[in-house]
């Protein structure tokens, strides 16, 4: 008998297993040389004995990935293997650019559904809208295949040619099309928020995103005079370092420094200045952040702020002071190591996890207020390291009532829309566009249809509360007081939806406008109810108190 063993947890003495000859020669003047050899030694001697001599036949590939994404776990999330199959999803993380159809999947209860569409391209050429739901690729049923196995399917030489097979509104349809070369834009969105402020949104820093804000900006700036700029960089997980200090640049003089990095080897220690003139250094600036704001986006927010160019607004950023490089294996694979931290040109370091401390049971902490320094900003401004990007000014989140979650998470909003479509050739352009409220009504019948419930924190409880009286034996006596208490939760829950009609008009909004306008659509319906953009307006329209905010005005 023959079977594939899987390694879940490999021993502590794998931390000595590194990326071979290669790196044992850069450590070689470190005094625990020996330590690296021995620990090689015994780990290679280890893992010949056991494919030897075990009882059944192990996979070395998958036991040897699963050691090194064990061992690499123990340093840092951000520090990874990336086997050669996963080498092409690597590089169009870091480029935005792959051969492809232009399309995303996702899993909808047990079907595979187009979930966007990007515009201009492939899948959108030929007609593919989302809400299809993929039954065939090239003949080839795509029921019981994964949402990744799929999209790598979808994924091929540009020019090459794809035959999907779809349902839509009960009709299955055919479609026949060439890959091309995908772009995904790092600027899906810019547009003018009111007379003279213009709007940029930013969600990665992929090659040229720069670039892509300096071409958004210039459009703008061809329709009317910009007077003010608002750059939202919320959600934005970061990407290439070279790009952020390209994107400070925009903002910030030549020869400022935006970012210092300090790692083991002196080969690391940099300090990185604006290579170029500002393409604005005066214009009034809002950056957006939230608590995914991270890495690069936290070196953009991090300058803007330490040089009061711009006032930060929104919640504290996800704090990630760490820098990556990858470094080449053998047989196509690569690592990515955290080869140094990062500081913003104040001397903030904003990492707010340290990896190297942990308890008793391997657990990280975020670092402690009572450990965090004080550093200023140009004017003066108090500023703090340990725990990400704080705003100059916080805007609470909108948060989601349960009821409007679960509408989302449940493909309601998406599945009206897909219908929506079906019987809607058109919509009025965004700006023009307002749901109907016989629209919103036509929702709130549809969803009787779809026996629509959700789960409360009460809902729960008061199932605890009647398990807990059977096992009392109050089951009995109490039954009548539980049914009113279920009944009136009940009518609670229908209250919730009629109480968030302003949030679920929105999101419905939002997600039929993407029908028709593709993702930039979706986001210029997004501001309309954006409390946060709301707040940067009235702050950058407000000479004398953006002045204020940012320390340039002396009590």
């Known amino acids: 008998m023959s079977m594939k063993i899987r390694c879940k947890r490999f021993p502590g003495f794998l931390i000595g297993l590194v990326a071979g000859a290669g790196l044992i020669s850069l450590l070689a003047f470190k005094p625990d040389y020996f330590q690296i050899s021995k620990q090689l030694d015994i780990f290679a001697h280890a893992f010949k004995q056991v494919n030897l001599y075990y009882v059944d036949d192990p996979e070395p590939g998958e036991l040897m990935q699963e050691a090194l994404t064990e061992m690499l776990a123990q340093l840092d999330p951000y520090t990874n293997y990336i086997p050669e199959e996963k080498i092409e999803d690597f590089r169009i993380q870091q480029t935005g650019s792959y051969g492809g159809i232009g399309a995303t999947l996702g899993q909808h209860d047990t079907s595979l559904v187009i979930s966007t569409v990007y515009q201009d391209f492939p899948a959108d050429k030929a007609g593919l809208r989302p809400g299809d739901v993929l039954l065939a690729i090239d003949g080839n049923r795509a029921a019981q295949r994964s949402v990744s196995e799929v999209s790598d399917i979808l994924k091929g030489a540009p020019g090459s040619t794809v035959e999907v097979a779809v349902r839509r509104g009960g009709k299955r349809l055919k479609f026949s099309f060439k890959r091309a070369k995908v772009h995904m834009n790092s600027v899906p969105y810019s547009g003018f928020l009111k007379p003279g402020v213009g709007y940029i949104r930013l969600k990665s820093f992929t090659r040229n995103a720069a670039g892509e804000i300096s071409q958004a900006w210039d459009k703008l700036a061809e329709k009317q005079t910009l007077k003010a700029l608002v750059l939202d960089l919320r959600g934005n997980p970061g990407g290439l370092l070279n790009e952020a200090i390209k994107v400070s640049n925009l903002f910030i003089p030549k020869g400022k420094v935006v970012v210092e990095t300090r790692g083991k080897l002196n080969q690391w220690n940099r300090t990185y200045r604006t290579p170029n003139e500002p393409k604005d250094a005066d214009i009034p600036l809002a950056v957006l952040i939230n608590h995914s704001s991270a890495s690069a986006s936290e070196i953009v927010a991090g300058t803007i702020q330490d040089y009061d160019r711009g006032v930060v607004l929104g919640q504290r950023s996800f704090g990630k002071g760490l820098v990556q490089e990858t470094r080449e294996l053998p047989y196509g694979g690569k690592i990515k190591i955290t080869i140094a931290k990062y500081y913003t040109p104040s001397g903030r370091l904003i990492?707010?996890?340290?990896?190297?401390?942990?308890?008793?049971?391997?657990?990280?902490?975020?670092?402690?207020?009572?450990?965090?320094?004080?550093?200023?900003?140009?004017?003066?401004?108090?500023?703090?390291?340990?725990?990400?990007?704080?705003?100059?000014?916080?805007?609470?989140?909108?948060?989601?009532?349960?009821?409007?979650?679960?509408?989302?998470?449940?493909?309601?909003?998406?599945?009206?829309?897909?219908?929506?479509?079906?019987?809607?050739?058109?919509?009025?352009?965004?700006?023009?566009?307002?749901?109907?409220?016989?629209?919103?009504?036509?929702?709130?019948?549809?969803?009787?249809?779809?026996?629509?419930?959700?789960?409360?924190?009460?809902?729960?409880?008061?199932?605890?509360?009647?398990?807990?009286?059977?096992?009392?034996?109050?089951?009995?006596?109490?039954?009548?007081?539980?049914?009113?208490?279920?009944?009136?939760?009940?009518?609670?829950?229908?209250?919730?939806?009629?109480?968030?009609?302003?949030?679920?008009?929105?999101?419905?909004?939002?997600?039929?406008?993407?029908?028709?306008?593709?993702?930039?659509?979706?986001v210029a319906m997004g501001l309309r109810y954006d409390p946060q953009v709301d707040t940067a307006l009235k702050v950058i329209q407000n000479s004398p108190r953006y002045h204020r905010i940012l320390g340039f005005e002396r009590p």
């Not at 009206?416 to 023009?432: G, I, N, W």
Request: aromatic residues 10%; without cysteine.
């Open 351 to 522: 990492q707010a996890i340290d990896y190297a401390q942990r308890d008793e049971e391997g657990r990280v902490k975020r670092i402690p207020d009572s450990l965090r320094s004080r550093f200023t900003t140009e004017n003066g401004r108090a500023v703090f390291d340990g725990a990400g990007i704080a705003p100059d000014l916080k805007v609470k989140p909108t948060e989601m009532a349960e009821a409007v979650a679960e509408l989302y998470r449940g493909h309601h909003f998406f599945d009206y829309a897909t219908q929506f479509r079906l019987t809607h050739d058109s919509l009025p352009p965004v700006k023009e566009y307002k749901l109907r409220d016989k629209t919103y009504q036509d929702f709130l019948s549809w969803l009787e249809t779809r026996d629509f419930q959700f789960e409360t924190n009460t809902d729960k409880a008061l199932a605890r509360l009647e398990k807990a009286a059977e096992a009392d034996g109050y089951g009995a006596s109490m039954e009548e007081s539980l049914k009113s208490l279920e009944a009136g939760l009940k009518r609670l829950k229908s209250d919730d939806l009629a109480e968030n009609e302003t949030r679920i008009r929105q999101l419905l909004g939002e997600e039929i406008t993407s029908r028709y306008y593709y993702q930039s659509g979706k």
